[in-house]
C-alpha cells in the first residue's frame, strides 16, 4: 500500500488558485505531522508548509505565508494544501510527507510521496 498519494497539480495562470491533496494510509497518517515539500527543477527539496495531528499547529516557509493554506481530514486520511495568488516561482513537483518531529528539514521525514506538478505561468 502506497503510504502518501499526492494529487491536485497541474497548469495555472499567474494569480489562480489550486489545491493540491495528498491521501494517507491509516499508518502514515497516524504520524504526528504531515508536510508539504516542494521541488523545482535544479534546486534542492524545499519546506513549504506543516501541520500537527490536530490540526492547531500549523509553520509556512516565508515564500508562501498568507498565501497557502494547510489543512487536514483525519476522518478521510487527507491533508490538502491550498495555493493562492501564485506566482511563477511556485511552479515545482509538490511532495507530501509525513514525520515525527516538527521540523523543515526533509532528512527529518519518514514518509514520502511521489509528488505532483504544478507549473504557473506568467
Known amino acids: 500500500q502506497v503510504p502518501l498519494v499526492e494529487s491536485g497539480g497541474g497548469s495555472v495562470q499567474a494569480g489562480g488558485s489550486l489545491t493540491l491533496s495528498c491521501a494517507a494510509s491509516?499508518?502514515?497518517?497516524?504520524?504526528?505531522?504531515m508536510y508539504w515539500f516542494r521541488q523545482a527543477p535544479g534546486t534542492e527539496r524545499e519546506f513549504v508548509s506543516a501541520i500537527n495531528w490536530s490540526g492547531g499547529m500549523t509553520g509556512y516557509s516565508d515564500s508562501v505565508k498568507g498565501r497557502f493554506t494547510i489543512s487536514r481530514d483525519n476522518a478521510k486520511n487527507t491533508v490538502f494544501l491550498q495555493m493562492n495568488s501564485l506566482k511563477p516561482e511556485d511552479t515545482a513537483v509538490y511532495y507530501c510527507?509525513?514525520?515525527?518531529?516538527?521540523?523543515?528539514?526533509?532528512?527529518?521525514?519518514?514518509?514520502w510521496g511521489k509528488g505532483t506538478l504544478v507549473t504557473v505561468s506568467s
Open positions: 491509516g499508518r502514515t497518517f497516524n504520524a504526528p505531522f
Open positions: 510527507a509525513a514525520g515525527v518531529i516538527w521540523t523543515m528539514s526533509s532528512t527529518g521525514m519518514n514518509y
